[in-house]
């Protein structure tokens, strides 16, 4: 059974899954159940490919219990793939978070600038940019782990890159919310980790330089006059 759509509007946490019970096997987290009637379920969550699926595993010979798999109709199957839903419905309780932070700034830029966010990537539709009106980029929005951040955690976030001036960049990183930037130029961007109670406010402010800076650096008109030689 999968479940994958859930990371449209949730990301996983790794911290709250290894307490809810998940083992992590070669970048992949496994939650087993116990036995029911000689078959237990297994819950597969990829943070990376953002896939999250149940299986039913025969316990006597350790393989793939095919009834639940195809549809069979017995009521063990349907009782089985009930029971599924429900151990499905607590892990995503318990162990995604709503990226309503992203979707707070997705709404800001939209009525402040009338930005919706571009999906250049291809096979990427998670990691968004948002550009002024001359195509500029003024913030990348993506998903990463805090290791990527310089953290010791595998634990996913949301974060967005964003334009500023140097003496911002050198102040802001407090390890929590704003970081030195993740591949981009670290004098000039800076990464937010777009956690449910950062200050939107302040937030809001940033990105507004950000749009800013980059907005008024492409309309410059760096091009000088040439002087008229007088050959006279």
């Known amino acids: 059974m999968e479940y994958t759509h859930i990371f449209e509007k949730y990301r996983f946490s790794t911290d709250k899954a290894e307490k809810f019970g ?55 199957a349907n009782g089985l793939r009930d029971k599924a839903n429900e151990i499905a419905d607590r892990i995503i309780s318990e162990c995604f978070e709503d990226k309503q932070t992203r979707g707070r700034v ?65 102040t802001l990183p407090d390890g929590k919310y704003y970081f030195k ?15 449910d109670n950062i200050d939107f406010e302040k937030l809001s402010r940033l990105i507004d330089e950000s749009h800013d800076i980059v907005e008024k650096k492409a309309t410059k008109c760096p091009k000088k006059d040439k002087k008229v030689q007088n050959k006279n």
């Open 181 to 195: 930037c993740y591949h981009m130029n670290k004098k000039y961007w800076i990464s937010v980790a777009l956690l």
């Open 22 to 76: 998940f083992k992590k096997k070669s970048g992949q987290y496994v939650y087993k159940t116990e036995e029911y009637g000689g078959v237990y379920l297994v819950f597969t969550v990829d943070p990376a490919k953002k896939t999250f699926s149940a299986h039913a595993v025969d316990s006597e010979f350790d393989e793939i219990y095919r009834m639940f798999e195809v549809g069979g109709s017995s009521s063990f």
């Open 106 to 170: 997705f709404s800001y830029v939209y009525e402040k600038y009338g930005t919706t966010p571009d999906y250049p990537f291809e096979d990427d539709d998670d990691t968004a940019v948002l550009r002024c009106e001359n195509g500029k980029w003024y913030a990348l929005v993506m998903s990463l782990t805090y290791r990527q951040l310089g953290i010791d955690s595998d634990e996913a976030v949301d974060v967005m890159n964003i334009k500023l001036p140097p003496e911002k960049i050198q």
